[in-house]
């Protein structure tokens, strides 16, 4: 299956000359994105959303499945002038090793990830996800049913996390999307200096 989704988008970024803007959906909730620490932008593809989240301030790291994928972000970021990390990693395999203070999905659901996700969040880090849920079957052929969550599921499927936001609706690009932020119960260095 992964040697198959590997090809299909690779081959899918090799034939398109597209240049993917940042999301109208992620943009109309910017101010929920922190501007600085670490990053994971999780099948982020050809980078379109890591360049913007370095370009405000953060170090991140890209991960996704197709090579094609990963020099076209790399491409990006260097005409961007900013450092994006990328690796080419199976996410059916789990998170890439590291702890993040964002971690960030837009357009991609497995079930699987979000129980490593409290664990691969720094203490106060933030969860980000972007993603169309069953009542877009209702208008649009795509994506299929298994990459489509309940409306209110991504919801249960944080237990561990302190969710901050949720909405669900026919947002900017036409799509039905949830987004979902939680947190990472402890404290950010920015609260532990408040303290003192
Ligand atoms: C719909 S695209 C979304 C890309 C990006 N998040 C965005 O908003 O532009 C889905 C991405 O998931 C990646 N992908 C699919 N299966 C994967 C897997 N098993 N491991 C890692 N990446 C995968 C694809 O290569 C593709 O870049």
């Given at each position: 299956m992964t040697q198959e989704d590997r090809e299909k988008w690779n081959s899918k970024y090799a034939t398109?000359?597209?240049?993917?803007?940042?999301?109208?959906?992620?943009?109309s909730y910017e101010h929920l994105f922190p501007s600085s620490g670490k990053a994971l932008d999780v099948a982020g593809g050809t980078g379109r959303h890591a360049v913007w989240l370095a370009e405000r301030g953060m170090q991140v790291t890209l991960v996704d499945i197709s090579e094609e994928a990963l020099q076209?972000?790399?491409?990006?970021?260097?005409?961007?002038?900013?450092?994006?990390?990328t690796i080419c990693h199976d996410l059916d395999d789990g998170l890439p090793e590291g702890k993040w203070d964002l971690i960030f999905t837009n357009l991609f659901f497995d079930r699987r990830l979000f129980s490593q996700f409290g664990e691969a969040l720094s203490p106060g880090g933030r969860l980000i996800v972007i993603q169309p849920t069953r009542t877009n079957a209702t208008r649009h052929a795509g994506p299929p049913e298994r990459f489509?969550?309940?409306?209110?599921?991504?919801?249960?499927?944080?237990?561990?996390?302190?969710v901050?936001?949720?909405e669900t609706g026919w947002l900017q690009e036409g799509r039905f999307d949830a987004v979902l932020v939680a947190e990472s119960p402890g404290s950010t260095l920015k609260s532990d200096r408040r303290q003192e």
């Open positions: 398109s000359d597209l240049v993917q803007e940042v999301s109208k959906v992620v943009l076209r972000a790399a491409l990006r970021a260097k005409n961007a002038g900013v450092k994006v990390d489509l969550p309940g409306d209110h599921e991504l919801l249960e499927l944080v237990p561990g996390l302190h901050v936001f949720y």
